[in-house]
């Protein structure tokens, strides 16, 4: 219970303390987070075509978003091997994201000529090389694997801030629920770098920033303790 009061204290303090710092908000530039957003569907449904093209499937024999179905597929029609260390579930063999970033690994001993041309967004960036792809075993999963990337930023982030932004403006909702340390967090902490670039206040003199202090739970922690060991250590 000594122990436990510092923890409790801690918690109670970083909630106030990630209200207080997100409550005015942060500017959104809307409309170019709009844009990049439609950019990536554009790019998922350019993926999607070509995976189902390579796996000779269509969306109504073979659903992306059934763990499944894929299982069935990378272990069936695709050939993945089944192995002593392959992971099990309830429902069969695992197809999990740990799975497939494997799988999309493994090299050929001998190109193949599958891939005619380079894979290219609609702005004509470079997503996979012709070269990388014909020297992979399993590219379908190097092609599931952006996808389902793609498809995490759009539901997660770009979704998830443009909807909640009011007049440009988009108010956090810090919770600690989502973490082992109770700490505080929120989608801008963890949202990638390449989407923060849309997050954020600037003029010529000034800019707004976060900063993210190290270890600070443990910090709050041993402060209220009065531990001079756990408070030096720190």
């Known amino acids: ?8 204290s801690t918690v109670k303090f970083s909630k106030i303390m990630g209200i207080e710092a997100t409550y005015p908000g942060i500017g959104v530039n809307l409309d170019a ?3 990049e957003k439609h950019k990536s569907l554009d ?7 070509i995976m189902y093209k390579l796996a000779g499937e269509t969306k109504e024999t073979l659903s992306l978003t059934s763990s499944q179905q894929l299982s069935n597929y990378i272990y069936g029609k695709m050939g993945a091997p089944i192995t002593s260390e392959t992971k099990r579930t309830e429902k069969g063999l695992s197809a999990d994201k740990t799975v497939v970033e494997k799988l ?4 050929r001993q001998v190109p193949s000529n599958i891939f005619k041309n380079d894979i290219l967004d609609e702005e004509g960036e470079v997503l996979f090389k012709k070269e990388d792809l014909n020297n992979m075993k399993y590219p379908f999963c190097a092609l599931l694997r952006k996808q389902a990337d793609l498809n995490k930023d759009i539901t997660a982030f770009f979704n998830g801030i443009i909807n909640n932004s009011i007049d440009g403006i988009y108010h956090p909702e810090p919770k600690v629920a989502r973490t082992d340390t109770f700490r505080t967090t929120e989608r801008t902490q963890i949202t990638k770098k390449g989407i923060k670039k849309y997050l954020g206040k600037y003029g010529p003199d000034w800019y707004v920033c976060s900063l993210d202090f190290a270890a600070e739970e443990f910090r709050l922690a041993a402060n209220q303790s009065n531990d001079i060991q756990l408070i030096k250590m720190l």
């Open 1 to 8: 219970a000594r122990q436990e009061q510092p923890y409790r």
């Open 33 to 35: 987070m709009l844009k």
């Open 43 to 49: 790019t998922v449904h350019r993926l999607e075509e």
């Open 104 to 107: 999309a690994k493994e090299k």
